[in-house]
C-alpha cells in the first residue's frame, strides 16, 4: 500500500494531465460526428484485428478435429455413391464396397520393400487384402491385422502388383509394379503391345480383381520405351505423394468372398 502511495505521489501531474486528455478526447469525440466516426473505425479496426487473430488461433487448435469431421464425411459420401442401381427383386439395392476410415501412423517410403501402419485392425472389422487409398488415390493393400492396427503393402513393395490400365482404353490391362529407384514413380509392366496411349494420360485401377474397384486413380504416365512394338518400361508419376501420407479410406469388398467361392469352384 506505501509503495502505491509514493507511486502515486511521484506521478501525480502525470496522471492528472492523462486523466484531463482522457476527458478532453472523450468531449471531442462526443461533440464532433466526424471525431466520432474516426475513433469508432479506429476501434473496430483494432479490436477486428485481435478477433482475426484468436480466430486464426482457434482454428489452428481445430485443425486435427476439422480434419477428421472432413474425413468421416467423405467416408460417409462414398458408402452411399457406392450404392449399386440394379434391382433384386424388384426392390432391393446391392452395395459392392463399404469404405472405412483410418489414419496412417507410420509410413516407410525409402526402402525396396516398404510398409505403413495404419491405426484400425480386426476390432474394426479390417482384414488382410483389403484396399488403402485416399483421395488422390491407391497407397497399398492391408497384409497383417492386429486387434487395433494393421501393416499395408505400400505400392512401394516389389510385391505389390495392382490390375490397372489407361483410363481411356477399357480394353487394355496391366500390372502396377514398382522398380525401387524413385518413390515418385512407379511401373506399368505387361501392357500389350496394341495398346494405344500417349505421355500424360491418366492410369487408374483396371477392376479384375477383389480387392480394388474400377476407376482408382493412380497417375499419368511420365514416359515409356518401346522396341520392336514390345513396351520396354511405362513410367507412371503418382498422384500420391508417398513421403507425406496421412488420413486414408480402406475398401471392403462385399462380394469378395461369394467371388473366391466361384473361382475356387471352377478351379476344382
Known sequence: MRQII?????????????????????????????????????????TGGIYNKLNSIHEFWNLKTENQRLLEENTRLKNILSVESIEIDSSKHYRRYSYSSAKIIKNDYTKRNNYLLINKGSVNA???????????GIIGVTKSVSNYNATV????????????????NNHHFGTLSWNGKDYKTVQLLDLPRQAQFKIGDTIITGGKSTIFPEGILIGTIKDFEKTDNVYNFINITLFNDMSSLS???????????EIQQLENTNNE
Request: glycine share 0%; proline share 1%; net charge positive.
Open 6 to 46: 509514493k507511486f502515486l505521489e511521484k506521478y501525480r501531474y502525470f496522471l492528472l494531465f492523462l486523466i484531463l486528455e482522457s476527458f478532453a478526447l472523450f468531449f471531442t469525440i462526443q461533440s464532433h460526428s466526424y471525431h466520432r466516426s474516426k475513433f469508432v473505425n479506429s476501434a473496430n479496426r483494432f
Open 126 to 136: 479390417i482384414v488382410s487384402d483389403m484396399a488403402v487409398v485416399n483421395s488422390k
Open 153 to 168: 503393402i505400400s505400392i512401394l513393395n516389389e510385391y505389390s502388383q495392382i490390375n490397372a490400365k489407361p483410363k481411356n
Open 247 to 257: 488420413n486414408v479410406n480402406i475398401i471392403t469388398n462385399l462380394q469378395r468372398e
